[in-house]
């Protein structure tokens, strides 16, 4: 079983941690708000990790050929040069929220967490977690651009 997609997964997620832990450096006054992300985007490389241990062809499978790497690694060179504007450059931080949403609505569109099909309630039930959690943390993102644009930031 070829795992590249899933593991690139993880380092998707890790490298949108590291991101938010460069925006929380970069912008100390919404720390909270980017290492609450930062670690949530952790605990989803978390379960893709325990997801692909549970894979046993049966319960729970992991279909690869369903996606093509090429836009995940694509997307992913893109999160880590953010990642390196924000902490080589003088970025703005609307800039920053908006490259934020951007990438976080780019995890829902992807739908690359379809690799995984399962029929447990449990495996349904994480699986959802994590895609209502990406949800949230564009929702999140999108209601801080209107305070930066509104000027209460």
Request: overall charge negative; some cysteine; glycine content about 2%.
């Amino acid at each position: 079983m070829s795992l590249e997609i899933a593991n690139k997964l993880i380092e998707y997620e890790l490298s949108v941690s590291k991101l938010y832990d460069a925006c929380a450096e970069r912008f100390p006054k919404l720390s909270e708000f980017w290492k609450g992300l930062a670690i949530e985007e952790i605990k989803h490389a978390d379960t893709i990790k325990e997801l692909i241990d549970q894979v046993d062809g049966r319960t729970l499978v992991l279909n690869e050929k369903r996606f093509n790497i090429r836009p995940l690694e694509i997307s992913l060179e893109h999160v880590k040069s953010v990642t390196q504007r924000v902490i080589y450059e003088q970025i703005d931080l609307l800039v920053v929220i908006s490259l934020s949403l951007d990438i976080e609505q780019s995890i829902i569109e992807s739908k690359y967490y379809e690799i995984f099909a399962g029929k447990s309630r449990e495996f349904n039930d994480r699986l959802r977690k994590v895609r209502d959690e990406s949800r949230s943390h564009a929702n999140l993102i999108r209601s801080m651009k209107q305070k930066a644009l509104s000027g209460e930031i």
